[in-house]
């Protein structure tokens, strides 16, 4: 095969050692438009799991490697004047010069043209001349560019600002610092690559550099200026350049990968925010995934090409996410400013969600330990009470809103059942419920209880208009409250346009009832759901006056049936929801156009429950925090909501997301919605429930723990077992969660168990335990 690779990076250059390896017959010419020794930054960062790829993949190169590189377990958070460690992590930082040197040096031992200096520019030229052409030419690639139709390349070129320096601090941790001055907020990236030297990154927003003059500086004002403010942590050491410019990080996504005979790897057609990950790692591991496919004995290069695209971009798009998730943290690092060091720690670990609280703990017991107790007692000092002598998982610790207090951090989540006539509760819906608050949850939310006959979504939906329902919802709370500590919240709603629908199991989810069956809906706009779903029509004052005495006759039915709390239904495309995003409001009067005109009637409805409900139960308000289409409802504006809606008087807000509009292009994963959560509850000052794929006991602690929520709601893992809160309890090995008398029996057995699991667990503990390790670190940079 002729191949020839634009780029000398490790990419490129690890890409041509692979190929050479296997079969040295294959001719392989590298441009690279640089001199052998130029390279901008100083050092790399690879994980256990990415070496142990290399040592499989070429032993000679990953040997010269580990020869040359720094290695460290631990990593430190350094904020406030304290710092905090957590233990066993696994890096290594290799100086990027050096890391150059040893791929050009194998690459020439195999037989690899090299040619520096060398300016392409006709790539058209080159791709005709050769069987495969690779761009591996960087993050302004101009293989790329010159293909750009069919690789359709995105580029998001971040706002926060950051500068790759040096230093001569020995560093023996991944390192990192937050320190403020007068400007702002900086921290910086840090790990030693070599003896006696370290990468410093610092990285802070764009309204913080400006204020500091940095967007004026060179680079010996740039040195200067970070001298002075990490003066304390450099302790006299000097930091170094290296082209040290200040920079912003684009994210690079390309739809496709391939044009006939060219293939894009490394930064040209993927980039991942250092934060989370070596931009090199992830393209020698393109390097190693494009050299297998091509060796694997597909029929054609294209064909090896598609195979290569198809896998690679899977496994990229995931870690891109994660990086995503990772940078967000970092752009918003003001927001835990007030955070208590051991707390932001937890928060930068666990930031892109493939590190957990219980991850963590198989890594270093003794900080989650130090996690426990920091966490419990600051509970406690919360409620005014005494610490507990032994400190639970976060996720066991109580939690209070005005005079209600729930015992745990777990919520079942309001799920509708479709399940009653006349929107009368039944004894599915007291089976349902009290099931779960048996299981151990703190806190019991009711499936959307509609506030009127023609408020309801489906026939099949809960009601809270007449005294024969309120007695039913007694009969329900009662046995709450006769049979568990857990609390019960109605969620109060009316479903507007998504109204008189079908059953799901009967029609699918909002498709509209046959003619004849339905009822008129009502909306702030005459806008369908779906285009054959029924048109609503757009309310009058009149209407609203209506609606909003509903709410207030279902506020006070809602005393008499005996719920602790009362959640106002904001979220999800239903009437109120509809209000507030633009998408769906489109009325040119004082409740539409604006933010705040679009919240007047939904903060009138809470107003009115609000005064209605007694000062001392808590109201919570279910939010959409973003409509997931770009014109809608963004995370700022929800931020706002909350604001406006704390000073309302609302005491927590469930934050979910979208099932505004059917144009809704949600981003799923693991606890997706989380970091809506935590915006709004920094940000906005105000208490949060998180939910969404929040599905183990491991997340409600992270979330908790991490301070990103303050409670954690639950739905499809409640639906799969009831006892979701209690077997959590005996995992952990926790006493102190209430069980019902007549389960004590059950309680006990379950409890020796875990306790005998976890016995044979430790016993098996020394090569499991070192493989459990290691598969533990998989997920870090």
């Known amino acids: 095969m002729r191949m020839t690779i634009v780029g000398a990076g490790p990419a490129g250059l690890y890409l041509a050692l692979l190929m050479k390896k296997a079969d040295p017959g294959h001719q392989i010419t590298i441009y690279e438009r640089n001199q052998p020794d130029d390279t901008f930054g100083f050092g790399v960062v690879f994980s256990d799991e990415t070496l142990n790829q290399f040592l499989a993949e070429d032993a000679e190169t990953a040997q010269a490697i580990r020869q040359n590189f720094a290695y460290w377990h631990e990593i430190d958070v350094v904020a406030g004047g304290e710092t905090v ?6 890096f290594c930082g290799l100086a990027r010069k050096k890391l150059l040197h040893i791929l050009q040096e194998r690459c020439t031992a195999e037989g690899v043209i090299l040619k520096f200096g060398s300016e392409q520019q006709d790539f058209e030229s080159l791709r005709r001349d050769c069987d495969l052409l690779v761009g591996a030419d960087g993050i302004n690639s101009l293989v790329r560019e010159t293909w750009k139709q069919t690789f359709q390349p995105s580029l998001d070129w971040r706002r926060s600002k950051f500068v790759w320096l040096g230093t001569t601090l020995p560093l023996d941790t991944f390192t990192f610092i937050f320190e403020a001055n007068e400007h702002g907020l900086f921290q910086v990236h840090a790990y030693r690559f070599e003896d006696g030297l370290s990468t410093f990154i610092v990285e802070t927003t764009e309204e913080t550099w400006q204020r500091a003059g940095l967007d004026k500086a060179s680079e010996a004002d740039t040195t200067a200026y970070c001298e002075t403010l990490f003066a304390k942590q450099l302790n006299g050491h000097k930091l170094l350049t290296n082209r040290s410019l200040w920079r912003t990080f684009p994210t690079i996504k390309c739809e496709r990968w391939v044009h006939d005979n060219v293939v894009l790897i ?3 057609v993927h980039t991942a925010h250092f934060s989370i990950g070596s931009g090199t790692k992830l393209a020698m591991e393109d390097a190693i995934a494009l050299s297998r496919a091509l060796n694997a004995g597909h029929p054609s290069i294209p064909a090896a090409l ?32 007030d955070f208590e060091p051991i707390q932001l720690a937890l928060s930068l670990l666990s930031r892109s969600k493939r590190i957990t609280y219980e991850n963590l703990r198989l890594r270093d017991p003794g900080f989650i330990g130090q996690i426990d107790r920091w966490f419990a007692e600051k509970t406690a000092k919360d409620l005014g009470t005494p610490a507990p002598k032994t400190a639970p ?28 006539e006349e929107g009368l509760p039944n004894d599915w819906t007291l089976v349902h419920l009290g099931s779960r608050a048996v299981g151990g949850a703190g806190l019991i939310i009711t499936e959307m209880t509609d506030v009127a006959a023609e408020a309801r979504i489906t026939l099949g939906c809960t009601g809270l208009w007449n005294d ?10 009662d046995f709450v409250h006769g049979n568990s500590k857990a609390k019960i919240a109605v969620q109060l709603g009316h479903a507007g346009r998504k109204g008189a629908t079908t059953l799901p199991w009967s029609g699918g989810y909002d498709r509209p009832l046959p003619k004849g069956e339905d009822w008129e809906i009502v909306a702030p706009s005459a806008l369908p759901y779906y285009a054959d779903s029924q048109t609503p029509r757009a309310m009058t004052r009149a209407d609203m006056d209506a609606v909003r005495d509903d709410f207030v006759a279902a506020t006070r039915l809602a005393i ?11 979220a999800h495309g239903y009437l109120l929801s509809t209000f507030i995003s633009p998408l769906t409001n489109r009325r040119t009067d004082e409740y539409g156009g604006s933010l705040e005109n679009r919240l007047r009637f939904p903060l009138e409805i809470f107003d009115a429950v609000r005064a209605a409900w007694p000062a001392e139960r808590p109201i919570s308000v279910r939010l959409s925090a973003v409509d997931w289409v770009p014109d809608g409802l963004s995370v700022a504006d929800s931020i706002e909501i909350a604001k406006m809606l704390k000073s309302h008087g609302c005491d927590l807000v469930d934050v979910s997301a979208g099932q505004t509009t059917a144009e809704a292009k949600p981003q799923y994963g693991r606890m997706f919605q989380t970091p809506f959560a935590d915006a709004i509850r920094q940000e906005a000052g105000i208490a949060t429930i998180a939910v969404g794929a929040i599905t183990s006991a491991d997340q409600v602690n992270t979330i908790v723990a991490s301070g990103r929520a303050d409670l954690c709601a639950l739905a499809r893992p409640h639906l799969a077992d009831p006892y979701f809160t209690l077997h959590a309890a005996a995992d952990y090995d926790w006493r102190g969660t209430s069980w019902p008398k007549q389960y004590e029996a059950g309680r006990d057995q379950l409890y020796q168990l875990r306790r005998r699991e976890r016995e044979e667990a430790h016993t098996r503990s020394g090569a499991a335990d070192s493989f459990a390790k290691q598969r533990a670190r998989r997920d870090e940079i």
């Open 393 to 420: 998982p976060p996720m066991f610790t109580p939690f209070r809103l005005r005079n209600m207090t729930v015992e745990n951090r777990v919520v079942v989540s309001p799920m509708c059942q479709y399940s009653v």
């Open 468 to 477: 024969q329902q309120a007695k039913a919802w007694r009969r329900i709370t």
């Open 266 to 268: 490394g930064d040209a």
């Open 85 to 90: 460690r957590s233990g066993g992590h696994g």
């Open 560 to 570: 008499s049936a005996g719920f602790d709390m009362i959640e106002v239904h904001f």
């Open 306 to 337: 598609k195979a290569f695209e198809d896998a690679r971009q899977t496994e990229v798009s995931i870690l891109q996410h994660a990086a995503q998730v990772s940078l967000e943290w970092f752009e918003h690092t003001d927001r835990y400013r």
